[in-house]
């Protein structure tokens, strides 16, 4: 009962929070005390696809014990899957009155457009691509990584490579993706243009129905048999595989799951930021992101949404009135959190709840029976 009042509270303050901000923006003047600005519409919609981020960490460590320091990856490259499809969309409204090739690749050279850009003319194909590069990339590191039984800090360190990588591939000129500029100067999307008012409140729109989506996928998962024996593997693997249960084949499933849902949100990113950059890659994000999820508090989903928004709210502040000061903040809340909150924020709250309230113990379920011994 209390888990289903979390998440319909969660669901009202993200639908309900986006809806309230839509109307203040779209539907009062730009004079009024309640009017809200277009800027703060889209910094709402960049913390809500952040939020996807962290909802995607939180399901790989929260439940299957699986530290991720490379997620920001999966992020990124569902972004740049929007943005060459965003490129596609200007035409020969560049710069260069090029219809075929972006203005990059005709800065740089390029006689024709490479074969990987083919199809994404097309919204679907981009859409399809921001879902599927992740799962194909997240689907052969996994296959490898779980297989050899790489676990704990070790994994980390090569999911922070991973990005790495990635983002030292994506800085060359010659992959064909703007080098370390990457894309920007965006015009529209579906033939709306996104300098438009409307178009933003629709995104964020769009983004919290997203994220509210996925945030009932990731519980349904969660709650599920399948949760069950993530959770068993999270907290005694050995015992688990003892069992009879392959631990590597549900990690490798939910380490997919995980980057879909990151890809996704990096789709929905960039055309509310207005540009992607090899710079989504760095490690540093990957990071961050995983401080949202403990702030939040690790194993809850909704505890991911609230850390990745407030952090993300306090680094808004914070580089604005103290810029050089930002990193050692977030340093010292991962510290604080770490040693005060050890369950973070919703940790907290559940602990308030807790106080003078009778302790009741469920009997554990069949299911939970059969997995735990």
């Given at each position: 009962?209390?888990?289903?009042r ?7 303050c ?5 809806v309230l901000?839509?109307v203040l ?6 004079a ?21 981020l962290?909802?995607?960490?939180d399901?790989v ?5 699986i ?10 490259l569902?972004?740049y ?27 740089l050279g ?6 990987y ?9 981009a ?7 992740p799962?194909?990339?997240?689907a052969?590191f996994?296959w ?47 033939g709306?243009p ?18 509210s ?10 709650r599920?048999r399948?949760g ?11 015992r ?29 990113y ?45 680094k ?17 809340l991962?510290?604080?959190?770490t040693?005060f909150?050890?369950r ?5 709250f559940?602990?308030?709840q ?6 009741v ?10 997995v735990?011994?």
């Amino acid at each position: 009962m209390r888990s289903d009042r979390l998440t319909a509270v969660t669901l009202g303050c993200v639908l309900g929070g986006a809806v309230l901000l839509a109307v203040l923006n779209l539907a009062t003047p730009a004079a009024s005390t309640a009017h809200v600005s277009t800027f703060v519409v889209s910094l709402v919609g960049k913390y809500l696809c952040y939020a996807m981020l962290a909802l995607a960490i939180d399901l790989v460590w929260g439940y299957a014990g699986i530290l991720t320091l490379g997620h920001a990856a999966f992020f990124a490259l569902g972004g740049y899957a929007m943005g060459m499809y965003l490129m596609r969309e200007i035409g020969a409204r560049g710069v260069y009155a090029d219809a075929n090739l972006p203005d990059f690749m005709v800065f740089l050279g390029w006689k024709q457009l490479p074969w990987y850009w083919y199809g994404f003319d097309h919204f679907w194909f981009a859409i399809v691509m921001a879902m599927l590069v992740p799962a194909v990339l997240a689907a052969a590191f996994g296959w490898f990584a779980f297989r050899s039984r790489v676990s704990g800090v070790y994994l980390s360190i090569i999911t922070q490579a991973l990005t790495y990588a990635l983002m030292l591939a994506f800085f060359r000129n010659d992959m064909g993706f703007g080098g370390n500029n990457g894309m920007t100067d965006f015009k529209d999307i579906l033939g709306v243009p996104l300098n438009q008012q409307s178009t933003s409140a629709g995104l964020m729109l769009i983004t919290a129905v997203v994220l509210s989506a996925a945030f009932l996928l990731a519980r349904a998962v969660t709650r599920s048999r399948f949760g069950k024996v993530l959770v068993a593997v999270r907290d005694a693997e050995a015992r688990t595989r003892f069992l009879g249960y392959r631990p590597e084949s549900y990690k490798l499933v939910v380490w997919v799951l995980s980057a879909i849902i990151a890809g996704i949100g990096g789709a929905l990113y960039v055309p509310q930021v207005g540009i992607i950059n090899p710079s989504e890659f760095a490690p540093g994000n990957s990071i961050e992101a995983v401080i949202w999820v403990a702030v939040g508090g690790r194993g809850t989903l909704a505890g991911a949404i609230l850390g990745a928004v407030l952090v993300n709210l306090s680094k808004t502040w914070f580089t604005s009135a103290l810029p050089s000061l930002w990193l050692f903040g977030l340093g010292a809340l991962f510290i604080l959190v770490t040693v005060f909150l050890p369950r973070g924020l919703m940790g907290l709250f559940r602990a308030r709840q807790r106080v003078g309230a009778p302790e009741v113990v469920p009997a554990p379920s069949p299911v939970t029976r059969e997995v735990v011994g």
